[in-house]
């Protein structure tokens, strides 16, 4: 399902890595998926095992990038799977802006909660629900290999939205899918905070 090579590859980024960024997911997303696409025996659907991915845009089947990531050899190619980040937030847990009890030097945590979605677009309605549902079905497969092998928390694929029309030059097809998910991190604080002297309080 998930090349070896290439899960060692992912696994290694993200050990090397000093912060996981959204540019880290997204990169994940696209290393996922261009994998899974570059093989028509993994596709489940017989009508998509033409879409196949290839790095050279002249001969791939099937776009699969970040979103924010625009070239005009494929601008308007459909069927495309396209990454985009949603969003990020930071959650505190314990006091003293999470600081870890006891802890010297200081450690703190914090732990992100973040999400991603995946829209599938092609040229009908039929072939843009017969594609999220591929790509559905993969990520739901591998979210055990995905909390055994990388510094997750949580990885959960919450569902598909619903079909829209968007208009492309030629009207084609999105529906997204949302992925959510949360890391912790920790950092230490060894510079000595200087204490700030309260002026006095005036007595009436």
């Known amino acids: 399902m998930i090349q070896p090579d290439l899960l060692a590859s992912i696994r290694q980024r993200f050990q090397e890595a000093k912060l996981i960024s959204p540019v880290d997911i997204t990169a994940l997303f696209?290393?996922?998926?261009?994998?899974?696409?570059?093989n028509s025996e993994n596709i489940q659907h017989e009508t998509l095992k033409n879409r196949t991915y290839d790095p050279d845009y002249d001969k791939t089947k099937i776009i699969i990038d970040a979103a924010g990531r625009w070239a005009p050899e494929n601008a308007g190619t459909r069927p495309a799977i396209l990454i985009a980040r949603g969003e990020w937030r930071a959650m505190q847990e314990g006091s003293e802006g999470g600081r870890i009890l006891g802890s010297v030097p200081a450690t703190y945590v914090r732990k992100y909660l973040g999400q991603h979605r995946?829209?599938?677009?092609?040229?009908?309605?039929?072939?843009?629900?017969?594609?999220?549902?591929?790509?559905?079905?993969?990520?739901?497969?591998?979210?055990?290999?995905?909390l055994q092998?990388?510094?997750?928390?949580?990885?959960?694929?919450?569902?598909?939205?619903?079909?829209?029309?968007?208009?492309?030059?030629?009207?084609?097809w999105l529906s997204t899918i949302?992925?959510?998910?949360?890391?912790?991190?920790?950092?230490?604080?060894?510079?000595?905070?200087?204490?700030?002297?309260?002026?006095?309080?005036?007595?009436?």
């Open 30 to 38: 696209v290393a996922l998926l261009t994998s899974y696409f570059s």
């Open 118 to 146: 995946l829209q599938c677009i092609s040229k009908s309605p039929a072939e843009t629900d017969l594609l999220v549902d591929e790509v559905f079905r993969f990520l739901i497969h591998i979210e055990p290999i995905i």
């Open 149 to 172: 092998e990388l510094p997750f928390i949580t990885f959960a694929v919450q569902g598909i939205g619903p079909l829209a029309a968007v208009p492309e030059g030629r009207q084609h």
């Open 178 to 204: 949302l992925v959510t998910y949360s890391f912790a991190e920790s950092w230490m604080i060894t510079t000595p905070v200087t204490e700030i002297e309260q002026p006095p309080i005036p007595v009436e």
